[in-house]
C-alpha cells in the first residue's frame, strides 16, 4: 500500500507578511515602539474613569445599593484614577521629549498640536457633558514646555512653592 501525506501546514496562529500593508499614520509611533505596559495602563485607567463617571446613573444614592456602590466607586476609584492619568500624562509627555531628542527634533510643534487636539475634545467633553479635566490637562500640559529642562533640584522648589 502507497500512502500519500500532504505537506505539513502551519498553525492557524501563522499569516504570512502582507505585500499590502496599511502605512503608519505621520508622526504615529510604530507599533513595534510602543510600550505595551503605558498603553494597558491606559486602558485601565480609561475603565476607571468610564465607572468614576458613570456610576451616578446606575441607581440613587440613597435607594438600595447605592449607597454601597457610592462607598466604592469613591474608595477604588476616584482619586486613584485621577492620579493614576495624571502620572500617564507626565509619563507620555516625557516619552515624547526623548523621543523628539533621540530624532533631533523639536518638541514644541508637536506637542503643541497634540494639546491642541487634547483642548478640542476637552471642551466638547465639556459642553456636552460637563467634563472638565482634559481642558485643564491641555492647560496645564503647556508650562510643561517651559520646565522640561530644568534640574531636579528646581523643579522640587517649584513644587514646594505650588504646594504652598
Known amino acids: 500500500m ?17 505585500r499590502h500593508t496599511v502605512p503608519e499614520p505621520a508622526g504615529a509611533v510604530p507599533t513595534s515602539e510602543r510600550i505595551g505596559v503605558l498603553d494597558v495602563l491606559r486602558g485601565i485607567a480609561l475603565l ?29 476609584f476616584e482619586e486613584r484614577f485621577w492620579a493614576m492619568f495624571g502620572i500617564l500624562f507626565g509619563v507620555g509627555f516625557a516619552i515624547q521629549l526623548r523621543r523628539a531628542d533621540a530624532r533631533g527634533e523639536r518638541l ?18 465639556e459642553i456636552g457633558f460637563g467634563y472638565h479635566v482634559l481642558v485643564e490637562y491641555a492647560l496645564w500640559g503647556l508650562p510643561l514646555l517651559l520646565v522640561r529642562r530644568w534640574p531636579t533640584r528646581r523643579l522640587v522648589v517649584l513644587l514646594l512653592f505650588c504646594l504652598t
Open 108 to 125: 514644541g510643534p508637536r506637542y503643541l498640536r497634540r494639546m491642541l487636539a487634547l483642548l478640542a475634545f476637552g471642551l466638547v467633553a
Open 48 to 76: 476607571g474613569m468610564y465607572v468614576v463617571h458613570f456610576h451616578y446613573y446606575m441607581a440613587p444614592d440613597d435607594v438600595g445599593a447605592g449607597p454601597a456602590v457610592q462607598r466604592v466607586v469613591a474608595l477604588f
Open 2 to 18: 502507497h500512502s500519500t501525506t500532504a505537506a505539513p501546514q502551519p498553525p492557524l496562529a501563522y499569516a504570512p507578511p502582507s
